[in-house]
């Protein structure tokens, strides 16, 4: 979490259900106020990756672990000077082999396995105690970018 406190720029990756969850910690992170973006498009987040540095995070999420579009630009991040953190239900995987900081959800699919419903949920929670530890850490700035940013939503659903 110090990481992500301290960076310059916090970029996440992933795939389907997994790209879901990277756009949940982009909203989240930049709500309170970090500069952070989501990537679902591998050309994009190749491109994102590339462009990282040191003080920066970068977020591989992937159930398997094993996903390219999520493994190679993590890996790019990582050779750029990213800090690197991967969501991974596998521990064993690549991603959470190349990653300095591995954080393991926990869910099984059903048969139904309806938009990879328990391997999703348990990502967001990663991602909420994630979330909680950062704004925890940063309270005041917190406090003050989520007020700014209910401010700007709610003047602006007023006037429509």
């Known amino acids: 979490m110090d990481a992500i406190v301290g960076a310059r720029r916090i970029d996440s990756y992933g795939v389907g259900a997994s790209g879901l969850v990277a756009e949940d910690v982009a ?3 930049m709500r309170i106020g970090l500069s952070s973006h989501a990537f679902q498009d591998a050309h994009l ?3 994102s990756a590339v462009l990282l540095k040191a003080g ?3 977020i591989g999420i992937s ?10 630009p993590l890996r790019l991040a990582g050779e750029a000077g990213a800090t690197t953190v991967a969501i991974t239900n596998n521990p064993r995987s ?3 082999a190349m ?7 926990a869910g099984r ?4 396995r309806p938009g990879a419903l328990a391997s999703r949920i348990s990502q967001l929670l990663v991602v909420d105690c994630v979330f909680v530890g950062v704004a925890q850490r940063t309270f005041d700035s917190s406090q003050e970018a989520l007020q700014s940013t209910r401010r700007a939503v709610a003047e602006f659903t007023r006037k429509r």
Request: glycine content about 4%.
């Open 45 to 47: 987040a190749l491109t």
């Open 99 to 105: 990653a300095e900081h591995v954080l393991i959800s």
């Open 109 to 112: 699919e059903t048969e139904f």
């Open 63 to 72: 159930t398997s672990g094993e996903t390219p579009d999520v493994l190679e």
């Open 27 to 29: 909203q989240k992170l």
């Open 94 to 96: 690549s991603l959470a």
């Open 56 to 58: 920066d995070v970068a």
